[in-house]
């Protein structure tokens, strides 16, 4: 262009460049297929460095456009499709996107990020910096989203925020697995040829681009001369900022966006340009001719000359960027500098260049947009910091100079009640974290270096000995920034401190002062002796695990999980509230609270005043209370216990009536929630609704002790005018907000913290996987671990012992760990007289209930012992761990038993031990001598259930379960007979003394022999026809039926399986159900070498996985536990339903057994992973057999992580039509099956879906 070849343009360019004190300037300009640079000054002062367009510039914001990019070429990828642009970010970071209101977590999508459109404000002082302890990352500013204040509701206003353009970094990271640099490097900068960009200062040296790189520029007025340093590295700001590029490089980028060139596609294009939000020009744009000025994603569109621009800027302390192209004139430009002028250069430039360039009077199109309440992108002059992108909150505060009054420090003349070292001392903010404020040079002073746009503050006192200004430098004290700042003072001491950081919030982000500095705080002359108590619970609260308060909220729509654990309670809250497609038969509003102590609990349930179900919604929602749960921990002088529980407010969007309320074991919900709906009036008429000031009430109940109350207090929050009214028991409420405190006075447990639950090589975990050990520590104690939640917050002998043999690899070992947890809470509670492991535990108020109903006045726990399976699993798990930690045989054995269950006093944990194992010796004596189903295992007498599938048809109506029997059983004597040659876990007697080669063979018998037991095959032509019949008969799945896999994964024109169960000893005949069952024997043995044997199972169980279902195990959701299309019996197919709590649904703990099974099999094929002893089988040399299960493991691993986000989940199910084929569905939100009274809910986390933590995909079998 004549512009910028001007004999005058160098000229013209020096000049801005000096007027606006940049040192160094590189311009990059694209016309057509012409590209041309040029560079400017200098990249370091100091060095007298020549400025080229290959000088690398950190480009602050511009690099929103990159992230854009990316995200846009995410959207794109076939292979994510669930990532759309209007995907809502909390369903694609379920355990991660969690803002500060659910109105927010609930709707922000993709494009409201992109678009500035989320109502978050910036936050920017929020974020912790490199040389913070803990320095944030990109999933950290994610999390920490919920501890933020909004500044308006979602799509309403434009406000420009950094951190949402890191968390779209974490969703291309969580999606993809790759590091957001090697995204960009992969799918924009290798493509683009644009080999001199990178992320980070770090990542230009990585490539050998050191000497490169500008230095950063700030203008010092005092000494009249330029301080120079260099580019920082801002982990934290990723996405937002730290792209390091050159005008060569970058133009590169635009000239792909005008073409339309690889990688950015049209599809992409377009992605990237429409507009997203609108905000009003400012004055100097209106004087250019600019009316209105739209976000679109990373760039700003507006109009200019009656040309479409496009662009954006970058600025940070020391450098500064901007870049516009014109897509109809072909035309882009980049300019980079290194100081913080650079825009203003920039700006007058890019004028000048599309005056020059616009050739055309076409008119433009304007974009029908509702105004909306915007304010103006922050000025560049007050945003110096060092990180790689701008504050957002620029221009908060006041200037600098004030008309009132400040006094500072002691020499202030205002008289003082208050020392200084009153303010001083630790404060702490949960978005912000802490702020320490301390003594210097005589006065009030906060060093914040370590946040990612650090800063320092003095405070000049302006009135009342509590209103403050701050005056805030930054990190190059390029000028005072004063900040409004307030303390809140009681009985003498400042116990909370409020500051200006964002303004746009509308209070002040208040601090509050640990409990520590204000015991320190004490007026008064402290004893030696109190000096002392003092120190020693400084020391206590200064540890890392004083009292960590840990929270999670998890959706799993329509119930809203809110979990909240410190050192004095543990509770989950549970808040239904039904969606616009939920059945609303099933679905209704309630709130649960869920406490594991006693197994306790409170559930509400509401219905809409106008009676039209659906209409009311309920909701959790931040307070000064909590976030939004607060915890409540009260002395009582009448009670031995304090009162704990939680509190918080629940909002109604109607008029609602409050019509039953439940009050106390989490067994008395369950009895109603999922069987009849009948309350045992001996719990509800003691139930007590009682009228309390400011308009509330309090339901009460007196637990059958005589000692235990569990309260729920409902008052008015907000509303004051607001009355609560009770007529009948039920209590009234009008549209608003409510305070609601759940409590009772009931011993605790005492919860293992997440460093705790994990051993020492796992600990990375804490932070990897921070929700699921967040989720483990939730179920596990010191005495035990608990099944799941809100459901089964108690000991569940199988679900805890499946959960640790899964895993093991990463849980902790040794002396108050949570291995020993599962293995002496299941010690604690054997049948002495017969050595069965306990099921389930009864505690609480349900035990007194039933200590009663048997005319027993006696609080003590009941055990129950109806299974069959559980047995089994506890010599495995002994042998497995001491295996590893011989040393804690003696120790753990030799524990006293009868804590727990009473009846066991005057033994040992070893000695209930050898009663079990001499049940299993006795049990299984009878199938070595004679192999037949008659001497098989079965359920016990008068029990439907006896194994994991305890619902009444999980078994359909089988009593000879295939687990038990082909993998547990000798699983369980292969343990034994490792644990008798073990000194000190059985006794050295003459029962025992043959052990060692006795149960070894009694498992290989029962290992081979059981197996024919259950075989079957049918014809592919049966197995087709069947298949056709059942997609016709079923009433939930009406889609393809997949009888080509059928032939496509047989044996030699057959269907080989195994059956789910045999009916009885009398009636052998075979439950003719696909299952996934055969992953226990995958898993706990290593299959038999016999290769007729190998190749039948170990196909028929690749076989299973292989075919799609309704043919086989596999959907997109997952692979479900059974399947009952191939058996032609049509009350298989009435009973084994999407809705079956053990029907054609998946359970997460099975896609982990499953998978591990698998690996295992595999690994024997490998010599250098294979434990078997006799070398690798023979099953591994069989091509066909070990291509099947090698494809089925991928196969499964591949349908695994496509439902990460579900995998800590108990059980889930699907939906099918035609039209869109799979969808998920909670389990609970179904309609039961047929002769059920209800579905069943499924608990949002369970003990054994968190096995995921230690099940990974092996890549070797990729």
Request: aromatic residues 10%.
């Amino acid at each position: 262009m004549d512009l910028f070849n001007s004999p005058n343009f160098n000229r013209h360019v020096e000049t801005l460049m000096q007027k606006n004190r940049v040192p160094g300037l590189s311009i990059a300009i694209v016309q057509g297929d012409h590209v041309r640079s040029a560079g400017y000054g200098f990249t370091s002062i100091e060095a007298q460095e020549s400025c080229t367009p290959d000088t690398l510039f950190d480009i602050a914001s511009s690099s929103k456009s990159l992230t854009a990019a990316a995200i846009a070429l995410l959207v794109e990828d076939v292979n994510f499709p669930e990532v759309r642009f209007d995907s809502i970010m909390s369903e694609l970071l379920p355990d991660d996107f969690v803002m500060s209101e659910d109105l927010h977590t609930k709707t922000v999508s993709v494009d409201d990020l992109l678009g500035h459109h989320t109502g978050m404000p910036g936050h920017d002082d929020s974020y912790m910096g490199i040389r913070a302890a803990e320095p944030d990352d990109a999933p950290s500013i994610t999390r920490n989203l919920r501890n933020l204040a909004v500044a308006a509701p979602p799509r309403t206003r434009y406000i420009y925020c950094n951190m949402m353009y890191t968390v779209l970094t974490h969703l291309i990271e969580a999606k993809t697995g790759q590091r957001f640099n090697k995204f960009l490097q992969e799918r924009i900068f290798d493509p683009l040829g644009m080999t001199s960009s990178s992320l980070q200062p770090e990542g230009a040296k990585a490539k050998g681009h050191d000497q490169r790189l500008a230095k950063g520029h700030v203008w010092d007025k005092k000494s009249t001369s330029y301080r120079e340093f260099d580019a920082v590295n801002c982990p934290e700001g990723q996405g937002a900022g730290s792209v390091i590029s050159s005008a060569n490089d970058f133009i590169k980028f635009l000239k792909a966006l005008i073409d339309h060139d690889e990688p950015i596609s049209e599809d992409v294009y377009q992605g990237m340009t429409r507009p997203r939000s609108e905000r009003g020009a400012n004055h100097r744009q209106r004087k250019a001719g600019i009316d209105r000025i739209f976000y679109a994603a990373g760039m700003d569109l507006y109009w200019q000359n009656e040309q479409e621009v496009f662009g954006h800027s970058g600025d940070i302390t020391g450098f500064g960027s901007r870049f516009v192209f014109l897509p109809e004139l072909k035309f882009g430009a980049v300019v980079m500098g290194n100081s913080s002028g650079t825009n203003s250069v920039a700006a007058q430039l890019f004028r000048e260049f599309i005056e020059e360039v616009a050739k055309s009077n076409l008119e433009h199109q304007p974009l029908s947009m509702r105004p909306l309440e915007v304010r103006e992108k922050p000025k560049s002059d007050s945003q110096n910091h060092p990180c790689g992108v701008a504050k957002t909150n620029g221009g908060k505060g006041k200037d600098q100079k004030t008309d009132a009054p400040t006094m500072s420090g002691v020499n202030a003349t205002l008289q003082r009640n208050i020392t200084l070292e009153a303010y001083t001392g630790d404060y702490w903010n949960p978005g912000y974290r802490n702020m320490k404020v301390e003594i210097r040079d005589n006065g009030l002073f906060i060093d914040a270096k370590d946040r990612s746009m650090g800063f320092t503050a003095r405070l000049k006192h302006r009135r009342d000995q509590t209103v403050y200004d701050a005056h805030v430098r930054d990190a190059f004290e390029t000028g005072d920034e004063v900040l409004r700042t307030e303390c809140v003072i009681e009985d003498g001491r400042v116990i909370r401190m409020g500051m200006d950081l964002e303004p746009l919030v509308g209070d002040l982000i208040w601090f509050s002062k640990s409990l520590i500095e204000l015991l320190f705080c004490l007026p008064g002359k402290m004893t030696p002796l109190f000096a002392v108590l003092l120190a020693i619970l400084y020391a206590t609260f200064a540890s890392a695990d004083s009292c960590p308060v840990i929270t999670q909220q998890l959706r799993d729509p329509p119930y809203e999980n809110y979990f909240y654990s410190d050192c004095n309670t543990d509770a989950q809250v549970v808040v239904t509230s039904p969606l616009p497609d939920s059945n609303l038969s099933i679905i209704g509003p309630r709130l649960i609270v869920a406490w594991p102590a006693g197994n306790s609990g409170i559930c509400t349930f509401f219905q809409p005043q106008d009676e039209k179900n659906g209409t009311l919604a309920i909701e959790l929602v931040n307070s000064t209370l909590g976030s939004p749960l607060g915890v409540i921990n009260r002395e009582d002088k009448d009670s031995d216990y304090p009162y704990v529980g939680v509190e918080g407010v629940l909002s109604l969007n109607s008029s609602a009536n409050l019509t039953v309320a439940i009050l106390g074991s989490i067994r008395n919900i369950r009895d109603f929630t999922e069987g009849p709906s009948i309350i045992n009036p001996v719990i509800q008429n003691a139930t007590n609704y009682t009228r309390v000031n400011n308009g509330g009430v309090l339901i009460s109940r007196l637990w059958l002790d005589n000692v235990t109350t569990t309260n729920l207090l409902l008052e008015p929050w907000e509303n004051k005018d607001s009355r609560l009214s009770i007529y009948n028991d039920t209590v009234s409420f009008g549209a608003g907000f409510y305070h609601f405190s759940a409590s009772f006075n009931y011993p605790q447990l005492k919860q293992l913290s997440p460093q705790q639950v994990l051993n020492n090589q796992s600990q990375a975990l804490t932070k990897k996987e921070q929700s699921e050990v967040r989720s483990l520590s939730f179920f596990s104690y010191t005495d035990k671990l608990l099944a799941g939640g809100w459901r089964f917050l108690t000991y569940f002998g199988r679900d805890t012992m499946i959960a640790a043999l899964l895993l093991e690899p990463v849980l902790s070992a040794g002396n108050n760990s949570a291995l020993e947890a599962v293995i002496g809470a299941v010690l604690e509670r054997i049948n002495r007289t017969d050595g069965s492991v306990s099921h389930e535990e009864t505690i609480g108020d349900y035990a007194t209930l039933l200590n009663l109903q048997n005319g027993i006045d006696s609080t003590a726990p009941g055990f129950t012992y109806p299974m069959i399976d559980t047995d089994y699993f506890l010599p495995v798990l002994m042998d497995r761990y001491f295996s590893a930690t011989p040393k804690r045989v003696k120790p753990l054995l030799s524990t006293k038993a009868g804590e727990v269950d009473v009846e066991n006093r005057n033994l040992t944990w070893g000695n209930l031990s050898y009663i079990n194992a001499q049940k299993i010796m006795n049990i299984t004596a009878a199938f070595e001598k004679e192999q037949s189903v008659k001497n098989l295992i079965q359920l016990k007498k008068g029990e439907l259930v006896g194994q994991w599938r305890d619902s009444t048809y999980g078994l359909a109506n089988g009593r000879i379960p295939f687990d038990v029997n082909c993998a547990l059983v000798p699983a369980a004597l292969y343990a034994i007979s490792s644990l008798a040659k073990v000194s000190g876990v059985y006794p050295n007697n003459s029962v025992t003394k043959d052990w060692s080669t006795v149960a070894a063979k009694r498992a290989k018998i029962w290992e081979d022999r059981t197996l024919p037991l259950f075989e079957y095959n049918l014809t592919v032509g049966t197995a087709t026809s069947n298949l056709k019949d059942y997609v016709k008969e079923n009433t939930f799945y009406d889609g393809p039926t997949h009888t080509d896999s059928v032939a496509n994964y047989s044996s030699s024109g057959k269907v080989v399986d195994y059956a789910l169960a045999i009916n009885t000893t009398k009636d052998e005949e075979k439950i003719r159900i696909t299952h996934t069952d055969t992953a226990f024997r995958l898993f706990l043995l290593n299959s038999t070498n016999d290769a007729q044997l190998t190749t039948s199972f170990l196909n028929a169980t690749a076989n299973a996985i292989l075919r799609p279902f309704p043919a086989g195990l596999s959907t997109p959701l997952g692979i479900v536990v059974a399947n009952p299309a191939l058996a032609g019996n049509e009350v298989f197919t009435a009973n084994f339903t999407n809705a079956a709590y053990h029907g054609t649904v998946v359970w997460s703990w099975q896609l982990a057994l499953m998978a591990k099974g698998l690996e295992r099999q595999l690994a024997r094929c490998s010599s250098s992973q294979s434990n078997d002893d006799d070398g690798v089988p023979a099953f591994c040399s069989n091509n066909g057999v070990h291509t099947a299960l090698k494809s089925a493991y991928n196969r499964l691993w591949d349908i695994i992580e496509d439902n990460s986000e579900r995998l800590q989940s108990e059980v889930w199910s699907w939906s099918y039509s035609s039209k869109s084929g799979y969808k998920f569905a909670p389990l609970g939100t179904l309609p039961p099956p047929p002769g059920l009274s209800s579905g069943t809910e499924s608990n949002v986390r369970q003990l054994w879906s968190l096995t995921f933590l230690a099940v990974k995909r092996n890549k070797d079998f990729a």
